[in-house]
C-alpha cells in the first residue's frame, strides 16, 4: 500500500548513488591547481553541492514552464475558457476559467517536503482551490514527498488556518520517465503527447470539502471528482482510471490543550496510508 502509484527508478538512483561516491572522492581531480588534502579540507566541494542544490530549488521556472504548456493544451482542445497568471502580489500562481463559468484559483509548488508548502492563500473569488506539485528532483521519493505535505504540512495548515484545499496534484516532467516509473502507463500507451513531453495521467488528490473542526465537524468528507472541476478536467484530458484518485480524510480532535489530526488517503475505496493521531505544532 502507498499513498502515491509512482516510485523511484531503481536504476537511475544506483547510478546518482555512484556518482555521489565518486564526487566525494575523486572531485579534487577538477580542481588539481589545489592539493588534494587542502581541496577536501577547505569544504569547497559541499560549498560548491550546497551552491547547486539551492539553484536547483529556488528556480521555478521550468516547472511554470510545465504548468503553462499542460494549461494550453486544456485551452487549445476548448476544454478550459482560458486561463491567467495571478500576478506577483498574489500567494497562487494560475486563475483558470472553467466551462462552468467557475474559477479555479492554481498554486504552484516544487516538491512538498519542505515548509514552502504551507506558504499559500486561497483567494475569496475562487469557486475551488488547487495545489500544484511539480518535483522535479530525480532524487525524491514519491511516498515520502506525497505525506510530507499532505499530513505534515497540508492537514496542519488546513486545520490551523481554517482555509480550505480542494484538491492537490503530484504530477510533472519526470512522471512516467526511468526516474520515476509510472504504473499507470506503459512505454506507448495511456500517454498524452503535449510539446515534448509524452506524459502519463496526473496523480489527483481530493481533500475535504469544509474544514475539519473538533466540535462541529470533526471529519468532513472528502470532495468527489465531478466537485472539483479543474482536477476532473484534467483526469478527462489525460485518460485518468476512477481508480488511481486518491482521496484524503482528515479527521482532528480535542485531546486536552492540544488540537491532534489523523490522515487517511484511500484510492480504488482501499486504505493506502493513515497517520496516528498527531498534534499540531507549526513553528
Same mark, same amino acid.
Given at each position: 500500500?502507498?499513498?502515491?502509484?509512482?516510485?523511484?527508478?531503481?536504476?537511475?538512483?544506483?547510478?546518482?548513488?555512484?556518482?555521489?561516491?565518486?564526487?566525494?572522492?575523486?572531485?579534487?581531480?577538477?580542481?588539481?591547481?589545489?592539493?588534494?588534502?587542502?581541496?577536501?579540507?577547505?569544504?569547497?566541494?559541499?560549498?560548491?553541492?550546497?551552491?547547486?542544490?539551492g539553484?536547483y530549488?529556488?528556480?521555478m521556472?521550468?516547472?511554470?514552464?510545465?504548468?503553462?504548456?499542460?494549461?494550453?493544451?486544456?485551452?487549445?482542445? $476548448? !476544454? +478550459?475558457?482560458?486561463?491567467?497568471?495571478? &500576478? /506577483?502580489?498574489? @500567494?497562487?500562481?494560475?486563475? *483558470?476559467?472553467?466551462?462552468?463559468?467557475?474559477?479555479?484559483?492554481?498554486?504552484?509548488?516544487?516538491c512538498?517536503?519542505?515548509?514552502?508548502?504551507?506558504?499559500?492563500?486561497?483567494?475569496?473569488?475562487?469557486?475551488?482551490?488547487?495545489?500544484?506539485?511539480?518535483?522535479t528532483?530525480?532524487?525524491?521519493?514519491?511516498?515520502?514527498?506525497?505525506?510530507?505535505?499532505?499530513?505534515?504540512?497540508?492537514?496542519a495548515?488546513?486545520?490551523?488556518?481554517?482555509?480550505?484545499?480542494? $484538491? !492537490? +496534484?503530484?504530477?510533472?516532467?519526470?512522471? &512516467? /520517465?526511468?526516474? @520515476?516509473?509510472?504504473?499507470? *502507463?506503459?512505454?506507448?500507451?495511456n500517454?498524452?503527447?503535449?510539446?515534448?513531453?509524452?506524459?502519463?495521467?496526473?496523480?489527483?488528490?481530493?481533500?475535504?470539502?469544509?474544514?475539519?473542526?473538533?466540535?462541529?465537524?470533526?471529519?468532513?468528507?472528502?470532495?468527489?471528482?465531478?466537485?472539483?472541476e479543474?482536477?476532473?478536467?484534467?483526469?478527462?484530458?489525460?485518460?485518468?482510471?476512477?481508480?488511481?484518485?486518491?482521496?484524503?480524510?482528515?479527521?482532528?480532535?480535542?485531546? $486536552?490543550?492540544?488540537?491532534?489530526?489523523?490522515?487517511?488517503? /484511500?484510492?480504488?475505496?482501499?486504505?493506502q496510508r493513515?497517520?496516528?493521531?498527531?498534534?499540531?505544532?507549526?513553528?
Open positions: 500500500m502507498s499513498c502515491i502509484l509512482c516510485n523511484c527508478g531503481a536504476a537511475l538512483q544506483q547510478r546518482i548513488e555512484e556518482l555521489a561516491e565518486r564526487l566525494k572522492t575523486a572531485s579534487h581531480t577538477l580542481m588539481p591547481e589545489i592539493p588534494e588534502e587542502e581541496f577536501y579540507k577547505s569544504g569547497l566541494l559541499r560549498g560548491a553541492v550546497e551552491h547547486m542544490r539553484q530549488s529556488a528556480t521556472s521550468s516547472k511554470r514552464d510545465f504548468a503553462k504548456l499542460v494549461l494550453n493544451h486544456l485551452e487549445d482542445r $476548448g !476544454l +478550459i475558457s482560458g486561463w491567467e497568471p495571478a &500576478g /506577483s502580489q498574489n @500567494r497562487y500562481d494560475y486563475e *483558470v476559467r472553467l466551462l462552468s463559468g467557475r474559477i479555479a484559483a492554481i498554486e504552484l509548488k516544487g512538498l517536503d519542505g515548509n514552502n508548502t504551507t506558504i499559500f492563500e486561497r483567494p475569496a473569488r475562487a469557486h475551488e482551490f488547487v495545489i500544484w506539485s511539480v518535483c528532483n530525480p532524487n525524491a521519493v514519491p511516498e515520502k514527498n506525497a505525506w510530507s505535505g499532505i499530513h505534515t504540512r497540508l492537514s495548515e488546513i486545520i490551523f488556518r481554517k482555509v480550505c484545499v480542494d $484538491g !492537490l +496534484i503530484i504530477w510533472d516532467t519526470m512522471c &512516467g /520517465s526511468e526516474a @520515476r516509473p509510472c504504473p499507470k *502507463v506503459s512505454s506507448t500507451t500517454r498524452t503527447d503535449v510539446g515534448q513531453h509524452s506524459l502519463p495521467p496526473p496523480c489527483l488528490y481530493l481533500l475535504p470539502g469544509t474544514v475539519p473542526t473538533p466540535r462541529n465537524n470533526p471529519e468532513p468528507t472528502p470532495h468527489s471528482l465531478s466537485e472539483v479543474f482536477l476532473a478536467v484534467l483526469h478527462e484530458a489525460f485518460a485518468g482510471k476512477d481508480t488511481d484518485v486518491n482521496y484524503v480524510r482528515i479527521a482532528v480532535r480535542q485531546n $486536552g490543550n492540544e488540537i491532534e489530526r489523523r490522515t487517511t488517503i /484511500s484510492r480504488a475505496s482501499e486504505e493513515s497517520s496516528r493521531w498527531t498534534a499540531i505544532r507549526r513553528a
